[in-house]
């Protein structure tokens, strides 16, 4: 099946922590472009506080292995909004804590049930930036990534990417961006962006798994 995946897999602690370790990756290589982007209509710091929050979730993991999916996303969760500035930490921490609350205990976790997981952790993130799809953030990457997951991991990947291409035409309408007004519109979002970097790096998890079983 496309995404790395076969029906009926399911994916444990290590799978996850891969995942984290694999977006700290992308951030960190993308922190520059982050910061471009968010030179435009942010404060130029996105690049800086993703790096510095993935790479000390990076360094959580490894220390103190958590030992179920869930726990895996708490864990990242609070260390990103311990160590991210600005919005980003508790939009990001928010997303990876409601997302791993919801998978609660479970030694395994099938994709589906992870889809279901972040859907509801993307509300919560809407709920406490009080922000919608098309209003130039996040969750323009986030809302369509966490519905196609519920098909395939690659689904998840294209549609986060188109989700963060499609704010460019966008005025903002929320956040640091919003105060620009008209002069938002021809920039692509960084959160959009890092977002979809979050679901890049889950889709070539996925594929690493396939190839490794």
Partial sequence: ??????????????????????????????????????????????????????????????????????????????????????????LYGTLLRRAGKALGDAERISRPTLAEALTAAVAAVAQLGGARPGDKTMLDALVPAAEALGTSF??????????????????????RASYLGERSIGHQDPGATSSALLFAALAETAESAEVAG
Avoid at 159 to 166: D, H, K, S
């Fill in 1 to 90: 099946m496309p995404g790395g995946e076969t029906s009926g897999e399911t994916y444990g602690a290590e799978f996850f922590r891969d995942w984290l370790t694999a977006a700290a990756g992308a951030v960190d290589r993308e922190a520059d472009r982050l910061t471009e982007l968010d030179s435009a209509i942010g404060d130029a710091d996105h690049g800086v506080n993703m790096k510095r929050g993935f790479a000390a979730v990076r360094t959580a993991l490894e220390k103190e292995p958590p030992g179920t999916p869930g726990a895996v996303l708490v864990a990242a969760g609070r260390q990103l909004i311990s160590t991210v500035g600005g919005a980003s930490g508790p």
């Fill in 154 to 175: 690659a689904a998840a990947r294209e549609a986060a990417e188109a989700g963060a291409l499609a704010t460019v035409p966008l005025r903002a309408r929320k956040g």
